[in-house]
């Protein structure tokens, strides 16, 4: 099956810094999710990107799918940033979500 | 637009016990997917449902259950509990499932003592 790998695995951050965030797959997709997992648990959508780049304010993201990968661009990071960021794929039937282990992002004022 | 409501968000329960979870999705989606999330294995896929039928299964043991409704609700049961199902339970809709893009709810983080 579709492999994910994100890297890196924990970031730590001073607020105001930019980060950038990679998500490698292994084979070909449609689509590529980003999202954000709130302290209490939700994963909250921030990009819905197959390819080409997308920008959301302070975010954006790029999807190479030609190379099988992806970044997501945080600038001016503030502390509500915080949290865990995980990119995901649909499997071979589009029916289910793979997802990578997620990045830890901690920013300190 | 009402987004993804999971009911219960906090449940503890004895081992050995079953559970059922709900999930209504955002109005207008058919496709309904369930995910376990744990600190060792992350986040992994339980099942996916679309219009009432069952079309994807991830790889969890038969205890593991699921059934979606006409109105596209679903529900995950979880029969003779152990410990290792403690878990927060996500589930996603979408419109078609089909490579569109997933929407989560707050997910049911249940506990088993």
């Known amino acids: 099956g579709i492999q994910v790998e994100q890297s890196p695995p924990d970031l730590i951050l001073q607020e105001g810094a930019n980060s950038t965030l990679r998500c490698n797959f292994s084979d070909s997709v449609n689509n590529l999710q980003w999202f954000h997992q709130n302290p209490w648990g939700q994963l909250i959508n921030l990009f819905y990107?197959?390819?080409g780049t997308k920008q959301n304010g302070r975010l954006s993201a790029t999807t190479v799918a030609t190379e099988r990968y992806s970044l997501l661009y945080i600038s001016s990071s503030q502390t509500t940033d915080s949290g865990v960021y995980f990119c995901?794929?649909?499997?071979?039937?589009?029916?289910?979500?793979?997802f990578g282990k997620g990045t830890t992002l901690s920013v300190s004022s | 637009k009402a987004g993804v409501t999971q009911t219960p968000r906090y449940l503890i329960k004895t081992r050995g016990q079953q559970v059922t979870l709900s999930c209504s999705p955002i109005?207008?989606?058919?496709?309904v997917s369930w995910y376990q999330q744990t600190p060792g294995q992350g986040l992994q896929f339980l099942f996916e449902?679309?219009?009432?039928?069952?079309?994807n299964k991830g790889n969890f043991p038969g205890r593991f259950s699921g059934r979606q409704f006409s109105n596209s609700r679903s529900e995950m049961n979880v029969s003779t509990l152990e410990l290792g199902d403690s878990a927060l339970y996500l589930c996603a809709s979408s419109p078609q499932g089909e490579d569109t893009e997933a929407f989560f709810g707050q997910g049911t983080r249940l506990t088993v003592v």
């Open positions: 449902y679309f219009s009432e039928t069952q079309r």
């Open positions: 109005s207008g989606h058919r496709s």
């Open positions: 990107i197959p390819s």
């Open positions: 995901a794929v649909p499997n071979q039937a589009g029916t289910a979500l793979i």
